[in-house]
Structures are given as structure tokens and as C-alpha cells.
């Protein structure tokens, strides 16, 4: 027994010594570019699904309207593409630089043609999550001091509906001056309004 207990106590001092001369060796990948650390994603991803799991809202904002998703696209361009990408256009020199990489939601691709027959889906309660209080050492802020609830939820909702955005939104996102915004909401209109034959 009196073995046992001296290598438990010679364990317990051992391990936070080697961890304390690992970290002081200057060999610890520290740099974004660097390997991460053994488990580091496997321990990142089950505490990031804990906390999640204890945490999320239990009810959403509902479906957005037109409104929201213009509106959450104006705050994902002017806050959010530096690091998330914008259609038609390469990830920034900020989002090659950083480790873990920040998700690219349009991959440079073009926005896929809006389909007026899918309904606007409720903003993910995880990216509401993530939007709101940020992930730590990732580069991944929290605008919960920035954003108010209202504006939380509308980007939450635009990036929710990415793949099936109206045409006011999607000129929204990518930067079109507010007449040609209109413009494309007055199009779109138009294009699904029923025809009246007489």
C-alpha cells in the first residue's frame, strides 16, 4: 500500500513538472503556422460540443424576413468577410494567416440562383452561439458587447440562408450601392409574382 501511495504522490508532482519544462522548452507550436498541439483538436471539439450543450438558446428567432437577411448581410460584410470570405473573391491574407483557419462560408464561389420556393430557414442556434459570445484562441471575437440581440439573430439568419439568399440580400453582401439592392428586390418581385390572364 505504502508503494502505491508513493507513486501516486510521485505522479502527481511529476506530470505538472514535465508539463511546466515543456512549455518553458520553447518547442511548444505556438506560432499558426505551426502543428497543433497532440489532441489539441480533440480536446477543443469536445469542449466547444459540452459547453454548446449547455448553453445554446432553447428557442430561435423564428424565419427571417427579407429585411433581416439584408440587414445580416450588411453586418456580415462591414464585421465578418475580412475572415469569412466573400462571394467571387479569394480568403484575405487575415484569414490565410490564422490558425485554426476561419470557415470560408462562399468558398470564392458565386452566390447559388435564389429559389423563391424554399422558405427562409431560422437562424442556427450554434452559429447564434458562436456570433454572440466568440470561440477563445481561435480569432473568433464575441459581439454580444457590440451587436444588439436584434442584429445577433439577422447575421445569424443570413448565414443560416447563404445558400438560398434573396437578390437584395445577396447584393447586400456583396457590396452593391442600396439602389441596386432595391433594384434586385423590385426584380425579384416581379419574377415571382403571379401573372393575371384574362
Known amino acids: 500500500m505504502g508503494k502505491y501511495l508513493i507513486a501516486l504522490i ?13 512549455l518553458r522548452s520553447g518547442d511548444v507550436p505556438v506560432a499558426t503556422s505551426a502543428s497543433p498541439l497532440p489532441f489539441e483538436r480533440f480536446f477543443a471539439k469536445l469542449a466547444m460540443h459540452a459547453t454548446m450543450a449547455h ?3 432553447k428557442t430561435d428567432a ?15 460584410r462591414q464585421n465578418c468577410a475580412v475572415c469569412h470570405g466573400l462571394p ?8 490565410k494567416g490564422m490558425y485554426p483557419h476561419p470557415p470560408q462560408f462562399f468558398h470564392s464561389r458565386p452566390i447559388p440562383s435564389y429559389d423563391s420556393n424554399r422558405p427562409y430557414r431560422p437562424a442556427s442556434r450554434k452559429v447564434y452561439w458562436k456570433v454572440k459570445n466568440g470561440v477563445r484562441l481561435t480569432g ?10 436584434q442584429q445577433l439573430w439577422q ?12 437578390a437584395a440580400a445577396a447584393a447586400a453582401v456583396e457590396g452593391k450601392p442600396q439602389e441596386a439592392q432595391q433594384r434586385a428586390t423590385v426584380s425579384r418581385s416581379r419574377q415571382t409574382m ?5
Open 10 to 22: 510521485i505522479g502527481i508532482i511529476l506530470v505538472p513538472t514535465a508539463f511546466y519544462l515543456y
Open 62 to 76: 423564428g424565419p427571417p424576413t427579407e429585411t433581416d437577411l439584408v440587414s445580416g448581410a450588411q453586418i456580415y
Open 55 to 57: 448553453q445554446l438558446p
Open 194 to 198: 403571379p401573372s393575371n390572364h384574362k
Open 140 to 149: 473568433m471575437p464575441g459581439f454580444k458587447g457590440s451587436f444588439t440581440e
Open 88 to 95: 467571387n473573391k479569394p480568403p484575405t491574407i487575415i484569414a
Open 155 to 166: 447575421v445569424s439568419q443570413f448565414l443560416s440562408n447563404a445558400r438560398n439568399l434573396p
